[in-house]
């Protein structure tokens, strides 16, 4: 309940909703920060498993480790979004979140969790978009550090196109450090799995290999004539990440899988919290 006391009222122009402040903030005349939180606790109580003793005292720690987490993240920039709680879809939504969590207890979960939700929340107005971001959040607590790296390199060799040579060579080394640190991906669960999991597609003999995805953006080598079989194969000889990229994924089943929507917001969640700034809207709509 806000009170009187210490309360500020910032009378808006036209267009402009007022605010209240006095500690927490009322937003468009509607739900505040502690109202959310309230919600939030409120719907994973009610819906998660009856545990017994520690184990429902650590739920609730990580339950309400991660609202935490996602109020801080809109509180600043997206305040706005606090009115969104009271809908069944969202509710939904930030439930998903709150078990994948607790079930999981993984650092890197949370911070994607969290994001995901965010985007979730923005996505308000798009039937599609809330749907896939709903799944998304369900979906990750069901995937490993492999899973989560074999979506971002399909990812960034199938659906990316780039603009620069030195933001290409980036990803490349990315993309060659993480097929090194796995090596073999000849294990068919690990796909079985993906697929189960509804975040890739066997295209069935729809390949791509490394020479198409330099031909692809052969327009980051314009003092290269890159139109022919020979011309694209002795750039990847000369160049070792590339050389070391085809040797990796040219021989793994990676060539022939495509993601999912899902699978797509999981990769670029991933690549998002690896510190690489891609944006979800380009590709999730």
Not at 1 to 10: A, E, S
Not at 172 to 187: P, Q, T, W
Request: hydrophobic fraction near 40%; charged fraction near 25%; include cysteine.
């Amino acid at each position: 309940m806000i009170g009187d006391k210490n309360t500020q009222k910032i009378e808006a122009g036209d267009g402009f909703s007022n605010v209240q402040i006095n500690g927490s903030c009322t937003v468009n005349n509607g739900m505040t920060y502690l109202d959310v939180k309230q919600i939030a606790e409120d719907v994973f109580r009610y819906n998660f498993l009856l545990m017994k003793d520690e184990a429902r005292l650590e739920a609730d720690k990580r339950a309400d480790e991660i609202t935490e987490l996602l109020l801080n993240k809109i509180k600043g920039r997206f305040p706005h979004l606090y009115n969104l709680f009271v809908a069944p879809d969202v509710q939904y939504g930030l439930y998903q979140m709150q078990k994948s969590y607790v079930l999981r207890n993984d650092e890197q979960l949370k911070a994607m969790l969290a994001d995901v939700m965010v985007q979730r929340l923005l996505a308000n107005d798009s039937e599609q978009g809330k749907i896939i971001f709903n799944e998304a959040l369900d979906t990750m607590r069901m995937l490993t550090e492999k899973h989560l790296s074999i979506l971002s390199v399909i990812f960034l060799v199938r659906y990316v196109r780039y603009q620069d040579y030195n933001t290409f060579l980036v990803f490349c080394n990315f993309m060659v450090n993480i097929l090194d640190k796995y090596d073999d991906f000849s294990d068919e669960l690990i796909f079985d799995h993906l697929s189960y999991a509804k975040c890739v597609i066997d295209t069935l003999g729809f390949s791509i290999i490394i020479k198409d995805f330099l031909e692809i953006n052969r327009n980051l080598f314009p003092d290269r004539e890159l139109d022919d079989y020979e011309s694209i194969m002795q750039l990847i000889e000369e160049v070792p990440t590339f050389k070391a990229l085809r040797n990796f994924w040219d021989q793994s089943p990676l060539t022939h899988y495509k993601l999912t929507s899902v699978g797509k917001v999981i990769a670029i969640t991933y690549l998002r919290n690896m510190g690489f700034g891609i944006e979800y809207a380009i590709w999730i709509k």
